[in-house]
Each structure stands twice: as C-alpha cells, then as structure tokens.
C-alpha cells in the first residue's frame, strides 16, 4: 500500500521540530531520510514520521517510569 508524502511545513506541524533540527537528525541517522519529488521538490513518507513520533513518545514514557 502507497503512503503520501508529506511537504517540510507538515514534518515540522507533526514533530515540533525546527528544519534545521530535522536535516541535523536526518544526517546523524536518527530522523527518516527524505524522498526526492523532483528538482529542489523532497518529502517524507507519512507513515515514517508517524512511526517516529510514536517511537519518541514511547522513549519519553519509558524514561518517566
């Protein structure tokens, strides 16, 4: 099944993120790579960030407890 791809307004409305925390963490590994859409046009697949944002807030739950 195809997922969409969101634009860079959206990944950051979604995560909290600035976008150069976004192309920080994409380069140290720890943030899904982007897609290329066409010229100067990336984007990410919706269901990676949806997984990510997950995964950090079962990070956060785990460390309170």
Do not use: H, N
Request: net charge positive; proline share 6%; glycine share 6%.
């Amino acid at each position: 099944m195809a997922t969409a791809l969101i634009r860079l307004p959206e990944v950051r409305r979604l995560t909290g993120l600035s976008r150069s925390e976004i192309y920080r963490r994409m380069t140290l590994g720890q943030f899904p790579a982007k897609v290329s859409i066409g010229p100067r046009i990336v984007g990410w697949p919706e269901d990676e960030i949806a997984q990510w944002v997950d995964a950090c807030i079962k990070r956060s739950r785990l460390a309170a407890a």
